[in-house]
Structures are given as C-alpha cells and as structure tokens.
C-alpha cells in the first residue's frame, strides 16, 4: 500500500485545514487493520495496547510514512507496538516525577525560576516514545480553564517564576483565541519574563501553522519555540515552510531531537538531519537520551552508543549543527551532559 492513498482524492481546502487534519488524527484498532493488515492487529494483546496507548496519527504525516516497510523511521515512531505493553527493569510511567513536583494541578515546577504549564490535553500525533504517554489514555478531571485559571492564579502570586514554558499535549492544538487569551494572560504577569512553546506542530501538522496564529505568536514576544525533528524524512517543504513562517515573525526556532533506537541511532541519519535543520535555520538544540518511560524500552539505545554517535559528529559537523546530547533526571536533578568531546576534537566554527 502507498503513502499516497493518505492524500490523493482530497481537495486540497481539506489537506491544507489543520483542524479537518486532527479531525481525522485518531485511528481505532479497524482503521489500523486496513492500514497494516487484520493478522497484524488481531488479539487481546492489540486490545489492551489500545487502550493503554491510543494512536493518533494526522493525514498529513501519514503521507510521509513508507507503508510495508517495517524498517521506516517514521512509522516506528507513530505506530503502536506490542513492545509497550513489556515490563522492563528501570521503567516508569512518570520517570521524571513530574506530578510529585505539581504545586496545583497541570503545572510542573522542577527548577525554582521556572514551571512548565499542561496547557492541552491532545497532541496532533502519539509519539511513542513520549514522556507523558501516561496521560493518553486518562480522562480529565474538570475543565481545562478552570485548571488554567488556577495555574495562572499560583504563577502570579510566585515572582520567582521568570519563564513559563507551555507544553502538554501540544499547545498550539488549541485554537487561536484560547492561545491568545493564555499568552496574553501569562505576558500580563509582572515577573513573567519569557514565554516557551513546545510543539511537534510544525513537524507533524505544518499547516497549523497559519498566518493568523503567526500574528498572535508574534504579539506575545519575547516567546521561543522548541520543537522535534527527530529524522531528516521530516525536514519536507511544508515543514520548512512552517518553521520559516515562524522565524519570520521574530520568534527562534530549536528543535530537541530524542536519541531512538531504529530512528535515528546512527550518526548519518543525525549528520543528515542536523545539517537539514540548519539549512532551514532551526537550531539543533539538545539531542535527548530518551527518558526511561514505561512501553518505550524498544527505542532506547545506551548512553555509551549515544556517546560514540556524538563523538563522530562533533569531529564532522561546524558548531552550529552540534546540539548537547543530555539525559533529564527525576525531579529536581535537571538536564546532565552526557557527551563530553574527546580532548582534541574541536568543531569547526
């Protein structure tokens, strides 16, 4: 089957509309039949890892998926996989221990000067190695604004916090005015000095992003915006052309690679995809060793693989292509650099 059964026969007014793409981002274990094959889907196994971990996958990034290739980076990183249902030594459903450092529901606060706000429940796409695939499947208790008001509320009333960072779900899921009124109300804050948004957006639904929602990023500067590219297949002309719409309002563009195993553990794909980002004028920012998440064991490689991967690199690539490859710990602990050059080995500037 081809990837472009996924877009051939739709008007193009479809294709290009960002809410008709997430409309359809949901698929149930009979659409994933006709997409893989009934044999491959049959089974309680299939059942519970449904439930456990729904699928979520939007038309526009299905298209780039090489379907019957069991070896396609992109498919692996969207597909379930029976895998997630194993225990593995060393595995959490939090391992971050981000709701033991929740000073009111949907707001974390790991460092004293920052906190990072839940600010939506959905994701265009389940990516399977996600640190909080916990929440997939959790029904949410009361209203998202109500949470949001009171998250506000504790952000006022605590002047260490100079930087919010809205992640989720994925922030810019919700619509405009929603996002409008939640940047603005976060700008009105005193103390609040800058403002982050976390998004496989421009990734993974590159039509969302829309001149509209530009001009609405752009009136809450100063904001950053961190997203994921984690294979160079992702680098395509609307995902270029969503990254460049951003930059050209004044806001920078990062991307947080996750080291996976079958992805991108291998220092071509992350030579190709870090010199494709600069190309487009994303930074590579950090490459993250992938968090030890409950059902992710599949696509952690060792941190002594990542090491040598990043040794080649930092010989071969200029400074601005070099992202700081780091693992984050429970809690408090924060962000460790796990790569540290071999002495001698510079980077070109």
């Given at each position: 089957?081809?990837?472009?059964?996924?877009?051939?026969?739709?008007?193009?007014?479809?294709?290009?509309?960002w809410r008709?793409?997430?409309a359809?981002?949901?698929?149930?274990?009979?659409?994933?039949?006709?997409?893989?094959?009934?044999?491959?889907?049959?089974?309680?196994?299939?059942e519970?890892?449904?439930?456990?971990?729904?699928?979520?996958?939007?038309?526009?990034?299905?298209?780039?998926?090489?379907?019957?290739?069991?070896?396609?980076?992109l498919?692996?990183?969207?597909?379930?996989?029976?895998?997630?249902?194993?225990?593995?030594?060393?595995?959490?459903?939090?391992?971050?221990?981000?709701?033991?450092?929740?000073?009111?529901?949907?707001?974390?606060?790991?460092?004293?000067?920052?906190?990072?706000?839940?600010?939506?429940?959905?994701?265009?796409?389940?990516?399977?190695?996600?640190?909080r695939?916990?929440?997939?499947?959790r029904?949410?208790?009361?209203?998202?604004?109500?949470?949001?008001?009171?998250?506000?509320?504790?952000?006022?009333r605590?002047?260490?916090?100079?930087?919010?960072?809205?992640?989720?779900?994925?922030?810019?899921?919700?619509?405009?005015?929603?996002?409008?009124?939640?940047?603005?109300?976060?700008r009105?804050?005193?103390?609040?000095?800058?403002?982050?948004?976390?998004?496989?957006?421009?990734v993974?639904?590159?039509?969302?992003?829309?001149?509209?929602?530009?001009?609405?990023?752009?009136?809450?500067?100063?904001?950053?915006?961190?997203?994921?590219?984690n294979?160079?297949?992702?680098?395509?002309e609307?995902?270029?052309?969503?990254?460049?719409?951003?930059l050209t309002?004044?806001?920078?563009?990062?991307?947080?690679?996750?080291?996976?195993?079958?992805?991108?553990?291998?220092?071509?794909?992350?030579?190709?995809?870090?010199?494709?980002?600069?190309?487009?004028?994303?930074?590579?920012?950090?490459?993250?060793?992938?968090?030890?998440?409950?059902?992710?064991?599949?696509?952690?490689?060792?941190?002594?693989?990542g090491?040598?991967?990043?040794?080649?690199?930092?010989?071969?690539?200029?400074?601005?292509?070099?992202?700081?490859?780091?693992?984050?710990?429970?809690?408090?602990?924060?962000?460790?650099?796990?790569?540290?050059?071999?002495?001698?080995?510079?980077?070109?500037?």
């Amino acid at each position: 089957m081809e990837s472009a059964l996924f877009r051939e026969d739709v008007p193009v007014s479809d294709w290009s509309d960002w809410r008709w793409q997430l409309a359809r981002s949901a698929l149930q274990r009979d659409g994933l039949a006709r997409i893989l094959g009934r044999e491959t889907v049959a089974g309680p196994a299939w059942e519970r890892l449904l439930r456990l971990y729904p699928c979520r996958i939007p038309p526009y990034y299905m298209s780039l998926l090489r379907l019957g290739d069991a070896g396609d980076p992109l498919a692996r990183q969207a597909f379930p996989d029976p895998r997630e249902l194993e225990d593995r030594s060393g595995e959490d459903p939090d391992p971050l221990d981000e709701e033991k450092h929740m000073p009111v529901p949907g707001l974390i606060r790991r460092y004293g000067n920052r906190c990072l706000l839940l600010a939506a429940e959905r994701c265009a796409l389940h990516c399977r190695h996600c640190n909080r695939k916990r929440l997939w499947g959790r029904p949410a208790s009361g209203s998202r604004l109500s949470r949001l008001r009171r998250a506000l509320e504790w952000i006022a009333r605590t002047p260490a916090i100079r930087e919010v960072i809205l992640s989720g779900g994925d922030p810019l899921t919700s619509d405009d005015g929603e996002l409008d009124w939640l940047l603005g109300s976060l700008r009105a804050i005193p103390h609040v000095e800058v403002l982050r948004l976390g998004s496989r957006v421009p990734v993974v639904l590159p039509m969302r992003i829309t001149g509209d929602l530009c001009r609405i990023l752009q009136r809450h500067r100063p904001l950053w915006l961190n997203t994921q590219f984690n294979h160079p297949l992702e680098i395509t002309e609307e995902s270029a052309a969503a990254c460049d719409r951003i930059l050209t309002c004044g806001i920078p563009v990062s991307s947080q690679s996750v080291l996976l195993k079958g992805v991108n553990d291998r220092c071509e794909v992350l030579r190709d995809l870090f010199e494709g980002l600069q190309r487009i004028s994303v930074r590579p920012y950090y490459l993250f060793h992938c968090d030890a998440v409950k059902g992710t064991g599949h696509f952690r490689t060792s941190t002594a693989a990542g090491m040598e991967i990043m040794d080649r690199l930092w010989r071969d690539l200029s400074g601005l292509c070099l992202p700081r490859y780091v693992q984050d710990l429970p809690g408090e602990g924060g962000k460790v650099l796990l790569h540290r050059p071999t002495a001698g080995l510079r980077p070109e500037p």
